[in-house]
Protein backbone atom coordinates (compact mmCIF):
# COMPACT_ATOMS: atom_id res chain seq x y z
CA UNK A 1 0.00 0.00 0.00
CA UNK A 2 1.35 3.35 -0.77
CA UNK A 3 1.17 6.74 1.77
CA UNK A 4 1.74 9.71 0.02
CA UNK A 5 3.50 11.16 3.14
CA UNK A 6 5.95 7.97 3.50
CA UNK A 7 9.46 8.15 3.55
CA UNK A 8 11.18 7.76 0.60
CA UNK A 9 13.82 5.34 1.64
CA UNK A 10 16.61 4.68 -0.73
CA UNK A 11 17.74 8.18 -0.16
CA UNK A 12 21.59 7.46 -1.13
CA UNK A 13 23.72 4.77 -2.78
CA UNK A 14 26.94 4.56 -1.14
CA UNK A 15 29.98 2.69 -2.37
CA UNK A 16 33.28 4.39 -0.43
CA UNK A 17 35.48 7.08 -1.82
CA UNK A 18 39.28 6.06 -2.10
CA UNK A 19 40.46 9.21 -3.95
CA UNK A 20 42.25 12.30 -2.60
CA UNK A 21 41.10 15.06 -4.39
CA UNK A 22 42.39 18.45 -2.60
CA UNK A 23 41.48 21.72 -3.22
CA UNK A 24 41.89 25.05 -0.44
CA UNK A 25 38.55 25.44 -0.40
CA UNK A 26 38.29 22.73 1.87
CA UNK A 27 40.07 19.83 3.38
CA UNK A 28 40.06 17.66 0.91
CA UNK A 29 39.68 13.54 1.25
CA UNK A 30 42.92 11.93 2.12
CA UNK A 31 41.68 10.66 5.39
CA UNK A 32 38.42 8.71 3.83
CA UNK A 33 37.94 5.56 4.36
CA UNK A 34 35.27 2.85 5.49
CA UNK A 35 33.25 3.44 8.75
CA UNK A 36 34.48 0.56 11.29
CA UNK A 37 32.43 -0.98 14.16
CA UNK A 38 29.70 -3.03 15.26
CA UNK A 39 27.30 0.14 14.83
CA UNK A 40 27.86 0.23 11.76
CA UNK A 41 27.69 -2.87 10.29
CA UNK A 42 23.97 -3.26 9.81
CA UNK A 43 22.73 -4.96 6.40
CA UNK A 44 18.79 -4.12 6.89
CA UNK A 45 16.97 -1.85 5.11
CA UNK A 46 16.18 0.46 8.70
CA UNK A 47 19.78 0.88 9.24
CA UNK A 48 21.15 1.32 5.39
CA UNK A 49 20.10 5.01 4.28
CA UNK A 50 21.72 8.50 4.15
CA UNK A 51 19.67 11.90 4.60
CA UNK A 52 20.54 15.34 5.25
CA UNK A 53 18.51 17.59 7.25
CA UNK A 54 18.61 21.25 6.10
CA UNK A 55 15.19 22.75 4.87
CA UNK A 56 13.15 19.99 6.22
CA UNK A 57 14.35 16.66 7.81
CA UNK A 58 12.70 13.45 7.19
CA UNK A 59 13.61 12.63 10.63
CA UNK A 60 11.28 14.44 12.37
CA UNK A 61 8.63 12.73 10.32
CA UNK A 62 9.66 9.35 11.69
CA UNK A 63 9.85 10.83 14.80
CA UNK A 64 6.39 11.77 14.58
CA UNK A 65 4.93 8.85 12.24
CA UNK A 66 7.25 5.19 13.40
CA UNK A 67 5.08 4.54 16.10
CA UNK A 68 1.50 5.16 14.84
CA UNK A 69 2.19 3.41 11.21
CA UNK A 70 4.09 0.44 12.59
CA UNK A 71 7.31 1.36 11.16
CA UNK A 72 10.78 -0.41 12.45
CA UNK A 73 13.16 2.36 14.15
CA UNK A 74 15.55 4.09 12.20
CA UNK A 75 18.78 3.34 12.00
CA UNK A 76 20.63 5.29 9.13
CA UNK A 77 22.99 7.93 8.81
CA UNK A 78 21.82 11.56 9.35
CA UNK A 79 23.82 14.73 8.55
CA UNK A 80 22.77 17.95 10.51
CA UNK A 81 23.37 21.28 8.77
CA UNK A 82 23.87 24.22 11.06
CA UNK A 83 20.85 25.42 9.45
CA UNK A 84 18.64 23.15 10.94
CA UNK A 85 20.25 23.90 14.45
CA UNK A 86 19.54 27.66 13.59
CA UNK A 87 23.46 28.31 14.00
CA UNK A 88 23.15 28.85 18.01
CA UNK A 89 20.39 31.08 17.76
CA UNK A 90 18.95 32.31 19.81
CA UNK A 91 21.87 33.17 22.21
CA UNK A 92 21.69 32.04 26.18
CA UNK A 93 22.92 34.88 28.66
CA UNK A 94 24.16 36.37 25.97
CA UNK A 95 26.26 33.44 24.58
CA UNK A 96 25.57 31.37 21.30
CA UNK A 97 24.95 27.89 21.47
CA UNK A 98 25.51 26.15 18.05
CA UNK A 99 27.43 22.96 19.78
CA UNK A 100 24.64 22.80 22.31
CA UNK A 101 22.07 22.92 19.88
CA UNK A 102 23.30 20.08 17.79
CA UNK A 103 23.90 17.90 21.06
CA UNK A 104 20.26 18.30 22.28
CA UNK A 105 19.12 16.93 18.76
CA UNK A 106 20.78 14.25 19.08
CA UNK A 107 19.79 13.34 22.38
CA UNK A 108 16.56 13.81 21.26
CA UNK A 109 16.67 11.60 17.83
CA UNK A 110 18.95 8.99 19.56
CA UNK A 111 16.63 8.82 22.35
CA UNK A 112 13.79 7.14 19.96
CA UNK A 113 16.54 5.65 17.32
CA UNK A 114 19.41 4.89 19.78
CA UNK A 115 20.54 2.75 16.51
CA UNK A 116 20.54 5.58 14.51
CA UNK A 117 24.15 7.25 13.12
CA UNK A 118 24.42 11.30 13.47
CA UNK A 119 26.66 13.39 11.95
CA UNK A 120 27.05 16.36 12.97
CA UNK A 121 27.77 20.11 11.20
CA UNK A 122 31.35 21.36 11.64
CA UNK A 123 33.26 23.59 9.44
CA UNK A 124 36.76 24.47 8.33
CA UNK A 125 36.35 28.24 9.04
CA UNK A 126 36.19 29.82 12.67
CA UNK A 127 32.33 30.62 12.79
CA UNK A 128 32.02 32.19 16.50
CA UNK A 129 28.63 30.97 17.32
CA UNK A 130 29.08 28.54 19.65
CA UNK A 131 31.42 29.22 23.13
CA UNK A 132 33.91 27.08 22.14
CA UNK A 133 35.13 29.03 19.36
CA UNK A 134 34.61 32.47 20.27
CA UNK A 135 36.42 31.64 23.24
CA UNK A 136 39.64 30.00 21.08
CA UNK A 137 39.38 33.41 19.09
CA UNK A 138 39.39 35.87 22.04
CA UNK A 139 42.36 33.72 24.04
CA UNK A 140 44.84 33.11 21.22
CA UNK A 141 46.62 35.22 18.75
CA UNK A 142 47.51 32.51 16.71
CA UNK A 143 43.98 30.78 16.55
CA UNK A 144 43.10 32.58 13.50
CA UNK A 145 43.89 34.94 10.40
CA UNK A 146 45.29 38.35 11.13
CA UNK A 147 45.87 41.70 9.27
CA UNK A 148 49.67 41.81 9.46
CA UNK A 149 50.23 43.64 6.02
CA UNK A 150 46.84 45.74 5.00
CA UNK A 151 46.52 46.39 2.08
CA UNK A 152 43.87 49.30 1.69
CA UNK A 153 45.10 52.16 4.14
CA UNK A 154 43.00 52.42 6.99
CA UNK A 155 39.96 50.90 5.70
CA UNK A 156 38.96 47.22 5.09
CA UNK A 157 38.82 46.05 1.65
CA UNK A 158 35.89 45.01 -0.18
CA UNK A 159 34.62 41.86 1.48
CA UNK A 160 35.50 42.37 4.89
CA UNK A 161 34.01 43.56 8.42
CA UNK A 162 35.59 44.96 11.17
CA UNK A 163 38.65 46.97 11.20
CA UNK A 164 41.62 45.77 9.33
CA UNK A 165 44.68 47.29 10.65
CA UNK A 166 47.49 45.18 11.72
CA UNK A 167 46.99 42.99 14.48
CA UNK A 168 43.22 42.70 13.93
CA UNK A 169 41.00 39.38 13.14
CA UNK A 170 39.88 39.27 9.32
CA UNK A 171 36.11 38.32 9.12
CA UNK A 172 33.76 38.03 6.75
CA UNK A 173 32.12 40.82 5.36
CA UNK A 174 30.28 39.79 2.16
CA UNK A 175 28.07 36.84 3.37
CA UNK A 176 24.69 37.80 4.18
CA UNK A 177 24.43 35.00 6.76
CA UNK A 178 26.54 37.92 8.74
CA UNK A 179 26.09 41.27 7.33
CA UNK A 180 21.88 41.01 6.66
CA UNK A 181 20.86 42.30 10.39
CA UNK A 182 18.35 40.16 10.73
CA UNK A 183 19.60 37.03 10.02
CA UNK A 184 22.33 35.31 12.72
CA UNK A 185 23.03 38.91 14.38
CA UNK A 186 19.18 40.28 14.11
CA UNK A 187 18.80 42.00 17.90
CA UNK A 188 16.36 39.71 18.66
CA UNK A 189 19.03 36.49 18.83
CA UNK A 190 20.04 38.40 22.15
CA UNK A 191 24.05 37.74 21.29
CA UNK A 192 26.88 39.70 23.25
CA UNK A 193 28.97 39.72 20.41
CA UNK A 194 28.88 40.33 16.89
CA UNK A 195 29.01 36.87 15.36
CA UNK A 196 30.36 36.21 11.74
CA UNK A 197 33.16 33.75 10.21
CA UNK A 198 37.06 34.50 10.48
CA UNK A 199 39.44 32.00 8.97
CA UNK A 200 41.27 29.43 10.85
CA UNK A 201 44.87 30.00 10.92
CA UNK A 202 46.15 26.37 9.57
CA UNK A 203 49.51 27.79 9.32
CA UNK A 204 49.65 27.31 12.92
CA UNK A 205 51.22 23.81 13.99
CA UNK A 206 49.62 23.71 16.99
CA UNK A 207 45.78 24.23 15.59
CA UNK A 208 45.33 21.67 13.99
CA UNK A 209 45.39 19.26 17.38
CA UNK A 210 42.64 21.87 19.00
CA UNK A 211 40.76 21.28 16.04
CA UNK A 212 40.64 17.66 16.96
CA UNK A 213 40.03 17.92 20.48
CA UNK A 214 38.03 20.95 21.15
CA UNK A 215 35.59 21.04 18.07
CA UNK A 216 35.89 17.21 16.58
CA UNK A 217 36.20 14.85 19.26
CA UNK A 218 33.19 15.86 21.15
CA UNK A 219 30.67 14.92 18.45
CA UNK A 220 31.23 11.32 19.35
CA UNK A 221 30.00 11.64 23.10
CA UNK A 222 26.63 11.48 21.66
CA UNK A 223 26.82 11.64 18.41
CA UNK A 224 28.90 9.23 15.45
CA UNK A 225 30.99 11.96 13.69
CA UNK A 226 30.69 15.24 11.34
CA UNK A 227 29.65 16.56 7.88
CA UNK A 228 32.54 18.89 7.55
CA UNK A 229 31.92 21.88 5.89
CA UNK A 230 34.26 23.85 3.61
CA UNK A 231 34.82 27.54 3.78
CA UNK A 232 33.58 29.10 0.60
CA UNK A 233 30.75 30.93 -0.39
CA UNK A 234 27.86 31.61 2.54
CA UNK A 235 29.28 30.93 5.80
CA UNK A 236 32.88 30.60 5.31
CA UNK A 237 36.09 32.82 5.29
CA UNK A 238 37.58 32.45 2.35
CA UNK A 239 38.62 36.16 2.06
CA UNK A 240 40.36 36.05 4.80
CA UNK A 241 42.70 33.16 3.52
CA UNK A 242 42.90 34.02 -0.19
CA UNK A 243 41.83 30.79 -1.38
CA UNK A 244 38.96 31.71 -3.74
CA UNK A 245 36.61 33.78 -5.02
CA UNK A 246 37.93 36.71 -6.22
CA UNK A 247 40.44 36.63 -3.12
CA UNK A 248 43.93 36.00 -3.05
CA UNK A 249 47.48 37.72 -2.50
CA UNK A 250 46.85 40.94 -3.52
CA UNK A 251 43.35 41.63 -1.69
CA UNK A 252 43.48 38.92 1.19
CA UNK A 253 45.76 39.36 5.14
CA UNK A 254 48.11 36.74 3.52
CA UNK A 255 50.34 36.91 0.90
CA UNK A 256 51.28 33.92 -1.61
CA UNK A 257 53.20 31.58 0.89
CA UNK A 258 51.51 32.49 3.73
CA UNK A 259 48.05 30.96 1.57
CA UNK A 260 49.79 27.83 0.10
CA UNK A 261 50.85 27.40 4.17
CA UNK A 262 47.13 27.68 5.05
CA UNK A 263 45.79 25.43 2.52
CA UNK A 264 48.32 22.83 3.49
CA UNK A 265 47.30 23.01 6.98
CA UNK A 266 43.71 22.75 6.40
CA UNK A 267 44.35 19.88 4.16
CA UNK A 268 46.17 17.93 7.04
CA UNK A 269 44.28 19.19 9.13
CA UNK A 270 41.15 17.56 7.69
CA UNK A 271 42.82 14.08 7.01
CA UNK A 272 43.92 13.71 10.40
CA UNK A 273 40.16 14.27 11.64
CA UNK A 274 38.95 11.97 9.03
CA UNK A 275 41.29 9.50 10.13
CA UNK A 276 40.78 10.09 13.54
CA UNK A 277 37.25 9.69 13.67
CA UNK A 278 37.16 6.09 11.33
CA UNK A 279 39.72 5.00 13.89
CA UNK A 280 36.91 5.66 16.98
CA UNK A 281 34.21 4.47 15.64
CA UNK A 282 32.99 7.56 13.61
CA UNK A 283 33.13 9.26 10.16
CA UNK A 284 33.57 12.47 8.70
CA UNK A 285 30.40 12.65 5.65
CA UNK A 286 30.84 15.82 3.47
CA UNK A 287 34.13 15.51 2.00
CA UNK A 288 34.02 11.01 2.28
CA UNK A 289 31.02 11.27 -0.52
CA UNK A 290 31.13 11.61 -4.15
CA UNK A 291 27.80 13.22 -5.01
CA UNK A 292 25.19 12.64 -8.18
CA UNK A 293 22.03 14.37 -8.39
CA UNK A 294 19.27 15.50 -10.89
CA UNK A 295 16.59 14.53 -12.58
CA UNK A 296 18.26 10.22 -13.58
CA UNK A 297 17.62 10.58 -9.62
CA UNK A 298 14.64 9.30 -7.73
CA UNK A 299 12.53 12.40 -6.81
CA UNK A 300 8.94 12.34 -5.42
CA UNK A 301 7.52 13.61 -8.93
CA UNK A 302 8.34 10.37 -10.12
CA UNK A 303 5.59 7.48 -10.72
CA UNK A 304 6.50 3.79 -8.83
CA UNK A 305 7.74 2.57 -12.02
CA UNK A 306 9.67 5.57 -13.13
CA UNK A 307 11.08 5.70 -9.78
CA UNK A 308 11.67 1.42 -9.65
CA UNK A 309 13.26 1.80 -13.09
CA UNK A 310 16.17 4.96 -11.97
CA UNK A 311 16.61 2.23 -8.85
CA UNK A 312 17.62 -0.51 -11.30
CA UNK A 313 19.66 1.82 -13.70
CA UNK A 314 21.46 2.67 -9.96
CA UNK A 315 21.62 -1.33 -8.56
CA UNK A 316 23.34 -2.16 -12.36
CA UNK A 317 25.58 0.40 -11.89
CA UNK A 318 26.42 -0.14 -7.94
CA UNK A 319 27.20 -4.04 -9.02
CA UNK A 320 29.36 -3.46 -11.80
CA UNK A 321 32.48 -2.70 -10.57
CA UNK A 322 33.95 -1.80 -13.75
CA UNK A 323 32.58 1.41 -13.42
CA UNK A 324 34.27 2.45 -10.40
CA UNK A 325 36.96 1.92 -7.93
CA UNK A 326 39.47 0.88 -10.58
CA UNK A 327 42.51 2.71 -8.70
CA UNK A 328 41.70 0.67 -5.51
CA UNK A 329 41.97 -2.64 -7.75
CA UNK A 330 44.67 -4.22 -9.03
CA UNK A 331 43.62 -4.83 -13.15
CA UNK A 332 44.62 -8.42 -12.34
CA UNK A 333 42.25 -9.42 -9.23
CA UNK A 334 39.29 -10.41 -9.51
CA UNK A 335 35.91 -8.16 -8.97
CA UNK A 336 34.50 -8.18 -5.12
CA UNK A 337 31.25 -9.66 -4.94
CA UNK A 338 27.91 -8.74 -6.61
CA UNK A 339 26.42 -6.29 -4.45
CA UNK A 340 24.85 -2.80 -4.17
CA UNK A 341 25.85 -0.74 -1.92
CA UNK A 342 22.73 0.90 -0.07
CA UNK A 343 23.50 3.55 3.00
CA UNK A 344 27.51 3.24 3.92
CA UNK A 345 27.07 -0.80 4.13
CA UNK A 346 26.22 -2.93 1.45
CA UNK A 347 23.64 -4.92 0.26
CA UNK A 348 24.81 -8.56 -1.80
CA UNK A 349 23.14 -10.72 -4.04
CA UNK A 350 20.52 -8.41 -5.43
CA UNK A 351 18.08 -10.35 -7.42
CA UNK A 352 15.33 -9.21 -9.60
CA UNK A 353 12.90 -9.95 -7.04
CA UNK A 354 14.27 -8.79 -4.10
CA UNK A 355 14.82 -5.58 -6.74
CA UNK A 356 10.94 -5.40 -7.16
CA UNK A 357 10.56 -5.48 -3.27
CA UNK A 358 13.25 -2.56 -2.64
CA UNK A 359 12.23 -0.54 -5.51
CA UNK A 360 8.73 -0.54 -3.94
CA UNK A 361 10.34 0.43 -0.44
CA UNK A 362 12.43 2.98 -2.19
CA UNK A 363 9.27 4.83 -3.64
CA UNK A 364 7.31 5.46 -1.04
CA UNK A 365 7.03 9.18 -1.17
CA UNK A 366 7.43 11.84 1.64
CA UNK A 367 5.70 14.71 2.92
CA UNK A 368 8.51 18.10 3.17
CA UNK A 369 8.46 19.00 -0.28
CA UNK A 370 11.59 19.80 -2.79
CA UNK A 371 14.72 19.98 -1.20
CA UNK A 372 16.42 23.74 -2.20
CA UNK A 373 19.11 22.69 -0.81
CA UNK A 374 20.84 22.06 -4.20
CA UNK A 375 19.61 26.46 -4.89
CA UNK A 376 21.77 27.16 -1.78
CA UNK A 377 24.91 25.64 -2.75
CA UNK A 378 24.53 27.33 -5.80
CA UNK A 379 24.25 30.59 -4.13
CA UNK A 380 26.96 29.42 -2.12
CA UNK A 381 29.76 28.89 -5.07
CA UNK A 382 30.28 25.51 -4.35
CA UNK A 383 30.13 24.16 -7.69
CA UNK A 384 30.75 20.44 -8.32
CA UNK A 385 29.29 20.27 -4.18
CA UNK A 386 26.23 21.91 -5.04
CA UNK A 387 24.41 18.57 -4.79
CA UNK A 388 25.75 17.68 -1.55
CA UNK A 389 22.68 18.74 0.21
CA UNK A 390 20.39 17.93 -2.21
CA UNK A 391 17.86 15.52 -1.90
CA UNK A 392 17.10 12.53 -2.64
CA UNK A 393 21.01 12.39 -3.12
CA UNK A 394 23.08 9.39 -4.76
CA UNK A 395 26.58 9.08 -2.97
CA UNK A 396 29.25 7.04 -5.42
CA UNK A 397 31.75 5.96 -2.81
CA UNK A 398 34.93 3.88 -3.80
CA UNK A 399 35.22 1.61 -0.77
CA UNK A 400 39.32 0.27 -1.66
CA UNK A 401 38.56 -2.83 1.09
CA UNK A 402 35.09 -4.37 1.94
CA UNK A 403 34.18 -6.81 4.44
CA UNK A 404 33.01 -10.27 2.96
CA UNK A 405 29.13 -9.65 2.33
CA UNK A 406 26.38 -12.35 3.93
CA UNK A 407 24.92 -13.73 1.35
CA UNK A 408 21.35 -12.84 2.35
CA UNK A 409 18.98 -10.22 1.59
CA UNK A 410 17.90 -7.33 3.76
CA UNK A 411 14.60 -6.69 5.89
CA UNK A 412 12.31 -4.31 7.13
Not at 31 to 43: H, M, N
Amino acid sequence: MMHSSLLLVVSALLLLSGGVRCGCTDGGGGGCGPPVGAKWDRWDMAASTYTYCYHGCVVDWLVNNTAPLGLNKYAGVVGVDHYWTHQGMPCLDGKPQEFVKQDALTLKWKAQFPDMKMLQYRILSAVNYDMVIQDKIQSDPNAVVRWHHPKNGSSCPSGFSGTCQSGDVCWNGKSACFNDPTRINNKANKCGFHISAAAYNWSNPALADWFLEDVVKPTLVHADGIWLDGIGPDNGAYMCGGVCCGYGATNSPLDQAEIDSHCKGQTDATTKVQKYLIANGGWEAQKCFDYKGGHELVTQADSPAACASKLQHWAEFGADHSKYNVRARPSTAPPPPHHVGIGPLAVSCLTPDAFGWLAVCGCLRQSHGRSRRVQRHERRGHGGRVHAHAWPALAILHWPQRRERREKLPSL
